[in-house]
């Protein structure tokens, strides 16, 4: 790292950058790791030091309606979300890479759009929208909201793994005789698969973590876990919302290292090995 | 080209000249490709972009006294402005009021007029209370009786202007601009007038959290640039954690952390810098501390990946011509950075203007955002028009900026930065 | 291939199960915290095994355009609510709730007469009083005018954000009497002097929304002193706070269940209120949280040492006073309104 003949002032700098990166890096893990001890808490205060070490807190949430009916919503809301917007955008990533025609990029800009727009405005906006309808405080409206929020990050992450696709293979099944149907999930899906996966991923991890739009549209019926952590804060913080908090956290590392294997797979499918 | 493929025209066995052929199946082509983007379009049109239009649509829709008292709101097209309106404006007046009394349109009316000039909901509902009048009875006579405010001119121009399709009157509103008796645009009094203050300070705090995050992020990209692959990767993993991690469990943390005997008093009053705990939580500090925590990650993805591109031997080429080292990095290595800087901060920048939850979990009233208000006049004050002309706002600084970003910067945000 | 070709109907079968129309559950909503927790054991939970009605709980913190917006857009998710007084009558008049059919609830005689209304039924007189940490406050504050004084108490305080309650204590503090109160905030001058007040404070003001919040704030060493709900200091003091109450200058109030016009499950909701506003789970419910309760069978069987803590004990009354509804049904709006852009300054 340091070549032998650096100055003094060079190794000053050198060794300032480490400690200076050092405690950037301690300031963005740190406050994750703090909550995870003190939610094994044995008494109820959010507070270092801790009196003793027990499970209440977990079984408190599992015990909890309010807490099982969240974290249920939560596995019916994104998973259904998610699956919307991967299958829509997918294809629609497909067709917009391949087509050439007028208005291709204002096109794209209106799907990548909800990523852009404030969130409290689409909050408010499908609020509005959708109460006529009898689509707030129904599963159906809150999934259609988060599909809607997810879709820009399948389209972009798939349009990338498809700038590396070859079409001509998708030619040569054809030629070979498959159905366009056959083509796609036979030749074109699993190419794309790590790119839809990801997309499928962050479309999951932005419902999963989606607090505003719930906020409104959501009765307590539909509370997810961000929504009724949310409450929780804003109420009555204890360390049950700690013990929440260390299940996200480990679903989080989760997703990131499943992330990170397909980036890696992905890199050695393309020969780029790390140096 | 053309040469060619009008020999080949010619050589054409079928009828059908190949040049038309080809065109066919490329127009074939496009419109399949095209169907394969319909089902996602019309989902973004019919889920996002049609309610966010009509959104702002509502900053200038007036819909309330216009639907519900249509008759009055008619008489009142012909009169003058002077002096009281005819008969016909009470009779009509006293009969819609009666039909909505006791309904929550009735609310809606007291609101709509409440909003022009405060006074007007006790009006409104005192008057109902009294309704319907007996039959035959003098509409003027009993109106007035019920509440004097009937006999003064003003009271009825408040419900003309009010009953006007269209108004500007929340988007002025949101620029604390109101308009006079005359029509003329004037500045709301200081006791009203919160909205420029409140858009200054969601840029000053986008600002400062932008530069904190600028100042944190370019020595650990930088860091992180000139470590070998795998251990960029190692730190890589440490800086997506928390981008990973649901917001709300970064906020419940920190409050953990910046509560009255929480870590960061502790460490504090154990290092002797305080004697007393200090005020961390509910402030402007709690608020910027969680939110460069949760906006980090965004500055140092894409500095990182611009550095990842600066050829190392750019700087020793600097330095072997004798150039001094610091001097080397400021003249050569920093300017090829600014385009990781400029996407970074504008990035960070705009995700900061949209900032709702982290303030209105961490912060005080004078730390909201913009986005605090148009969710209060949604969910607490019931008044769509405002929370829509707000909206307007913050869209349009919004969507400004991500035109400079997109046109200067290249790439859209999530290429960027996931 | 299988597995990829399961994903469309799974997904239109997630779909048409999200878009499923809602079962008889009652969702009821109250204003969260300890009193929720309270209302949990003594209505929520014994109603359910009565009933076989599953009670959905949610909170809010009094926000009525919650209700309008449901109202007006037709789409009424919420069962049951609790309100407060000048909320149950404006809603009333604006017909944001049903009007109550007291032959599905109870005799209107077996209450005591502020709990039976048009469009709500009393559930419990509660008050908002002043609360002081006694750990960490050398001296007890007595009065507003105690809290006001940051010389000699130093710290932050806690307030209600909204203009209720608020602009009360701001003039209880300045020396108005509280018989004057209502009479002075509804004239401009008074109105005047009351934030005149509260700008003095605000710089040592934390404001608070959900009534849990000032017990923790309070117990973590923020506050010194507080507006809170009474019953959530008991709450708090069981948990070992060595917090305490002044009832000088406290203002009590009645809280009332209201049904939303247009409530999906008016059945299940008017046999959640029928249950909750009996004698024994009302005795049940003060015996967690210190709130008085309405029907008057519980009243008459109270247990002397919980009527003692009750915001309606007599020695408890002695400089408190029961909110003007009136006033704040005529003046309500408009001050929120202000209160709301001199808080956001």
């Known amino acids: 790292m340091l070549p032998p003949y650096a100055s003094l002032p060079e190794r000053l700098w050198h060794h300032a950058l480490h400690g200076l990166t050092g405690l950037i890096l301690l300031f963005l893990v740190l406050p994750i790791l703090v909550i995870i001890p003190l939610s094994f808490n044995a008494d109820s205060f959010l507070m270092y030091p801790m ?154 991890a932005t419902s999963f973590d989606e607090v505003v739009v719930t906020l409104f549209l959501a009765s307590p019926e539909q509370a997810t876990l961000p929504r009724q952590m949310f409450s929780g804060i804003r109420e009555n913080i204890s360390p049950a919302i700690a013990a929440v908090a260390t299940i996200l956290i480990i679903l989080s590392t989760l997703m990131l290292l499943t992330l990170e294997g397909l980036r890696r797979r992905n890199e050695r499918l393309r020969g780029v090995r790390p140096v | 080209m053309t040469t060619a493929l009008d020999s080949l025209d010619a050589a054409a066995l079928s009828g059908t000249p190949l040049r038309r052929q080809l065109r066919r199946a490329e127009r074939r082509r496009t419109l399949w490709l095209l169907a394969l983007i319909a089902p996602l379009a019309l989902f973004v049109l019919a889920s996002f972009i049609v309610p966010i239009a009509s959104l702002l649509g509502r900053a200038v829709d007036n819909p309330e006294i216009h639907h519900t008292l249509p008759d009055t709101v008619a008489t ?58 007996a039959e035959g009875a003098d509409a003027r006579a009993a109106l007035i009786a019920l509440d004097p405010a009937w006999g003064e001119a003003e009271t009825w121009r408040v419900l003309e202007r009010a009953g006007r399709p269209y108004t500007a009157f929340y988007l002025l509103a949101a620029l604390d601009r109101s308009t006079d008796a005359e029509g003329r645009v004037v500045a709301l009094p200081p006791e009203e007038a919160i909205y420029l203050d409140v858009l200054g300070r969601t840029f000053t705090m986008s600002l400062v959290v932008t530069l904190v995050c600028l100042v944190l992020g370019f020595p650990l990209a930088y860091r ?93 080429a600097a330095v072997s011509l004798g150039c001094p080292p610091f001097r080397s990095f400021w003249k050569i290595y920093f300017p090829l950075t600014l385009p990781g800087i400029g996407a970074g901060c504008l990035l960070v920048f705009i995700v900061c203007m949209g900032y709702y939850i982290t303030p209105a979990l961490l912060g005080g009233p004078g730390d909201q955002m913009i986005s605090y208000f148009i969710a209060f006049y949604t969910n607490q004050a019931v008044n769509w028009g405002m929370a829509a002309a707000l909206s307007a706002v913050l869209l349009t600084a919004t969507l400004v900026l991500y035109a400079i970003y997109s046109r200067y910067l290249g790439g859209n945000a999530a290429g960027q930065v996931r | 291939m299988k597995r990829t070709r399961l994903v469309l109907p799974l997904a239109a079968a997630c779909l048409v199960a999200a878009g499923a129309p809602a079962h008889a559950d009652v969702t009821v909503i109250s204003f969260g915290g300890a009193t929720q927790a309270a209302q949990k054991k003594a209505y929520y939970d014994p109603f359910a095994a009565e009933r076989g009605v599953q009670v959905i709980a949610g909170e809010y913190n009094g926000e009525m355009a919650r209700i309008t917006a449901m109202v007006q857009a037709g789409n009424v998710t919420w069962d049951v609510v609790e309100v407060e007084s000048p909320e149950l009558v404006r809603g009333c008049e604006e017909g944001l709730f049903e009007k109550l059919d007291y032959s599905k609830i109870g005799k209107p005689a077996d209450f005591v007469p502020e709990a039976v209304t048009e469009c709500g039924i009393g559930t419990f007189v509660w008050s908002t009083a ?136 008016l059945d299940q909701a008017y046999q959640f209120i029928e249950y909750a506003s009996r004698p024994a789970p009302q005795a049940l419910m003060s015996a967690e949280v210190p709130y008085g309760p309405t029907h008057k069978a519980a009243v008459a069987t109270m247990d002397p040492a919980v009527a003692a803590t009750l915001p309606t004990a007599p020695a408890n009354l002695v400089g408190a006073f029961a909110t003007d509804t009136a006033f704040w049904v005529e003046y309500g709006e408009d001050l929120e309104q202000r209160f709301n852009a001199w808080a956001a300054r």
Not at chain 1, 149 to 164: C, D, E, I, K, R
Not at chain 1, 170 to 190: D, E, K, Y
Not at chain 1, 196 to 203: C, N, Q, R
């Open chain 1, 51 to 204: 009196s003793g070490w027990s499970l209440r807190w977990y079984e408190e949430v599992v015990a909890s309606p309010a807490w099982r009916r969240a974290i249920a919503n939560s596995l019916i809301v994104s998973p259904a979300a998610t699956l919307i917007a991967m299958a829509l955008g997918t294809l629609a990533a497909i067709g917009l890479v391949r087509a050439n025609f007028r208005g291709k990029a204002l096109l794209t800009a209106i799907l990548i759009s909800p990523m852009v727009v404030p969130v409290v405005i689409v909050a408010v906006a499908l609020y509005i929208a959708f109460a006529p309808l009898g689509l707030t405080g129904s599963y159906l409206g809150l999934i259609l909201a988060h599909a809607v929020l997810g879709v820009p990050f399948v389209v972009t992450t798939v349009s990338a793994t498809l700038q590396g696709f070859d079409f001509n293979l998708v030619r040569a099944a054809a030629s070979l005789g498959a159905g366009p149907l056959t083509t796609f999930f036979r030749v074109t899906l699993p190419q794309v698969a790590p790119g839809v996966i990801a997309g499928g991923l962050f479309a999951f």
């Open chain 3, 130 to 265: 002043l609360a002081y940490n006694a750990d960490t406050l050398k001296e007890a504050p007595g009065s507003w005018a105690d809290f006001w004084d940051v010389a000699r108490f130093p710290g932050k305080r806690g307030l209600r954000k909204g203009a209720k309650y608020t602009l009360e204590f701001a003039l209880l503090s300045d020396g108005v009497a509280p018989q004057d109160v209502y009479r002075e905030l509804a004239s401009p001058a008074g109105v005047a002097r009351a934030f005149a007040r509260l700008d003095q404070l605000k710089p040592h003001i934390v404001w608070w929304e959900a009534g849990a919040q000032p017990p923790q704030l309070l117990a973590s060493g923020d506050l010194v002193m507080s507006s809170v709900y009474n019953g959530r200091i008991a709450a708090a003091r069981r948990e070992g706070r060595n917090l305490q109450i002044v009832w000088n200058g406290s203002i009590y109030d009645f809280d009332y269940w209201a049904i939303p016009k247009g409530s999906p499950n």
């Open chain 2, 76 to 133: 009142l097209g012909d009169w003058s402005g002077e002096g009281l309106p005819d008969a016909v404006a009470f009779a009509a007046l006293a009969r819609e009021l009666a039909q909505v009394k006791g309904t929550p349109a009735i609310a809606e009316i007291s609101k709509r007029l409440n909003r022009e000039r405060p006074g007007s909901r006790s009006v409104v509902m005192r008057t109902a209370r009294g309704l319907p009048l």
């Open chain 2, 224 to 316: 992180m640039a000139t470590l070998p692959v795998r251990h960029a990767n190692t730190l890589m993993i440490l800086v997506l954690l928390p981008f990973w991690t649901s917001v709300l469990v970064r906020v419940a943390a920190w409050i953990v952390i910046l509560q009255n005997e929480g870590l960061a008093n502790q460490f504090l009053m154990w290092t002797g810098l305080t004697d007393t705990p200090q005020r961390l939580l509910f402030n402007r500090f709690g608020v910027y501390v969680a939110m460069v925590h949760i906006l980090l990650p965004f500055m140092v993805l894409p500095l990182y990946s611009v550095m990842k591109g600066i050829p190392p031997v750019y700087l020793r």
